[in-house]
């Protein structure tokens, strides 16, 4: 029904920049909200950024003004630019996707890409 794929994690040093990218696709009527998450080794998931699509963003309390969330409602894409990375930075990053279909409201995750800052 409705795929969410991200890309751009890599191995970085630290003080190094990404762009990760997340498109949603399939049977979407409207996306509500679009957002990144992050989970490090034996760590709980945790907010990253997430982008309502009329405008309104919230970023988790570690981001500090490093990371800018963005994105291209026409795609049904969001984009996480980070910058300033530090090691504890590394982890996987998964996009989430809140979504609007036919039989109603639901939220898709995508397989995650993984972000690695070496110190």
């Not at 034996?42 to 500090?64: E, H, M, N």
């Not at 989430?96 to 890409?113: E, I, P």
Request: proline share 3%; aromatic share 8%.
């Amino acid at each position: 029904q409705v795929q969410v794929v991200e890309s751009g994690g890599d191995l970085v040093q630290a003080g190094g920049s990404l762009r990760l990218s997340c498109t949603a696709s399939g049977s979407i009527i409207s996306i509500n909200e679009m957002g990144w998450y992050r989970q490090a080794p034996g760590k709980q998931r945790q907010l990253v950024a997430r982008r309502l699509s009329t405008g309104p963003i919230t970023y988790g309390d570690f981001v500090k003004g490093r990371f800018t969330i963005s994105g291209d409602n026409a795609k049904n894409t969001v984009y996480l630019q980070m910058n300033s990375l530090k090691p504890e930075d590394t982890a996987v990053y998964y996009c989430k996707a809140d979504v609007r279909l036919s039989s109603g409201s639901n939220h898709y995750w995508g397989q995650g890409t993984q972000v690695t800052v070496s110190a």
